[in-house]
């Protein structure tokens, strides 16, 4: 399976008036899992990448509630799929044993990662080598 059929857009509920905008978000329901850590990512540049990992365990949920960036993921057999993330109502859901790398941050950017699990230094692959042995070892198994 590769990396478009594993990662996926979403589109969360946004009500509005002329008070503003609310954006609706609920773990198990609009997330596709129910949401154990909350984090988000500001004051990097457009040069910096952030992320350059996968997770053996974890989901992620990525929404830019504010300005923009791009997300670069990875299935370790070749394929890569590019997101931009430019609209506060929409995120991109990353499963567990993808390779991820976020870039290109807007000066007002705010990423807001969702979690499946609580931290664990344990399961994040930082060689992106060591990602693609492993995931064509998977494959070899299949």
Not at 81 to 104: A, Q
Request: net charge negative; aromatic share 10%.
């Amino acid at each position: 399976m590769n990396v478009q059929n594993k990662t996926e857009m979403l589109e969360f509920t946004e009500r509005g008036d002329d008070r503003g905008h609310l954006v609706i978000c609920e773990g198990g329901i609009d997330i596709p899992f129910d949401i154990k850590r909350i984090f988000y990512i500001y004051g990097s540049d457009s040069e910096v990448v952030r992320g350059q990992h996968a997770n053996r365990n974890s989901e992620f949920v990525l929404i830019n509630v504010a300005g923009t960036s791009k997300v670069r993921v990875k299935d370790g057999k070749g394929n890569e799929t590019v997101y931009s993330l430019n609209r506060p109502h929409t995120g991109i859901y990353l499963p567990k044993m993808v390779w991820k790398d976020m870039y290109e941050f807007s000066e007002d950017s705010v990423l807001l990662c969702l979690a499946s699990t609580h931290y664990d230094a344990s399961e994040y692959i930082r060689d992106y080598d060591e990602f693609v042995e492993i995931m064509n070892k998977e494959g070899e198994q299949e």
